[in-house]
């Protein structure tokens, strides 16, 4: 068992170095997954198999101790020095691959439910959610508002409320399902979602947005346009660049394309059903469903919430809108 546990470990070491260094891409969720199943079985053969093995090697010791005090005692021995104790504690205790296995698990199950089911983190990698959102903000997406899924399969199987417009959602990206993305909900099933000359319209209504002082962002040194914006029950602010342009520059080849229609003034798009139309807040300078396309409902991963830390400004702690 020694050797298989030191073969197991290593792979797993293996593994993640791997993902470290870029050499192959990792899956965290199937990670987690793969280690409660070993734990998992390690902490069971511990409770059921080796642990009573162990018991009974230790009542065997003592039940050889006691014989032995039985005759020294014949024989008119009474001071027995053999360190009973610490010889049945050496037997009893785990050892090194028990530990680093069943030892682990109650810790490793504990961290896969509620990451699988309750609430799992996340770090802002980019600026497209700026200024609700900032590089470096550490999150927590619920992961039962829209319903439970499978770990790893990402299977749905409970219903849970559906995403509002508004909401600051995390998903798999389309493109690539292995990355986990960012951005607010701006269309829901059978809307239709204009962006013109950097105005939001669905639904032929018009999204009123109110000026707001300009945001300066410091990673460029940069003063932007700020804008309050109300999409269903959120208050939000959002950013346009007077530098970038309105229309959507090499725009993908993505499912339901057809349902868009690209201009010099922007993009109308109609959005299919079990699909939802994502947008960042830091409008021209986002990657969002103008450029790859709409989130199917099976990509949906929670509701993003709340910053639990940054490290650079303990100030971002909080929820947001």
Not at 16 to 30: R, S
Not at 115 to 134: A, C, D
Not at 261 to 273: A, R
Not at 297 to 314: P, R, T
Request: proline share 5%; aromatic share 14%; glycine share 8%.
């Amino acid at each position: 068992m020694q050797a298989l546990t030191s073969f197991v470990l290593a792979a797993f070491v293996g593994y993640a170095g791997a993902w470290y260094f870029g050499v192959l891409e990792g899956n965290f969720a199937l990670l987690l997954f793969l280690a409660t199943l070993v734990t998992g079985s390690y902490w069971l053969a511990e409770r059921f198999y080796f642990l009573p093995q162990r018991e009974k090697a230790a009542a065997l010791l003592e039940a050889q101790a006691l014989q032995r005090r039985e005759e020294l005692g014949k024989m008119g021995i009474s001071q027995v020095d053999d360190n009973l104790a610490e010889a049945r504690g050496r037997i009893l205790a785990q050892p090194w691959w028990l530990d680093w296995t069943a030892g682990l698990f109650p810790v490793i199950i504990a961290v896969f439910f509620l990451r699988s089911f309750l609430f799992e983190p996340f770090k802002i990698p980019s600026g497209s959610m700026i200024p609700t959102l900032l590089v470096g903000d550490l999150i927590l997406v619920n992961k039962f508002q829209y319903g439970l899924r499978l770990p790893v399969l990402n299977t749905k199987i409970t219903e849970g409320s559906k995403p509002q417009r508004g909401d600051v959602m995390v998903f798999r990206y389309p493109p690539k399902p292995s990355l986990d993305y960012i951005k607010r909900v701006v269309g829901l099933p059978g809307d239709e979602v204009a962006y013109l000359n950097k105005r939001l319209t669905i639904n032929g209504q018009l999204i009123k947005t109110t000026v707001v002082s300009e945001f300066f962002d410091e990673d460029v040194m940069r003063y932007f346009k700020q804008y309050e914006e109300i999409l269903g029950e959120h208050q939000h602010r959002l950013l346009n660049d007077d530098e970038r342009p309105a229309f959507v520059p090499g725009a993908d080849d993505f499912a339901f394309k057809k349902n868009c229609n690209y201009s010099i003034e922007g993009v109308v798009c109609k959005v299919p059903e079990g699909h939802y139309f994502m947008m960042g807040d830091n409008r021209d300078n986002s990657m969002d469903s103008r450029y790859w396309g709409f989130v199917p409902d099976k990509n949906i991963v929670g509701k993003a919430f709340f910053v639990w830390m940054n490290f650079s400004s303990l100030k971002r702690i909080g929820s947001f809108n």
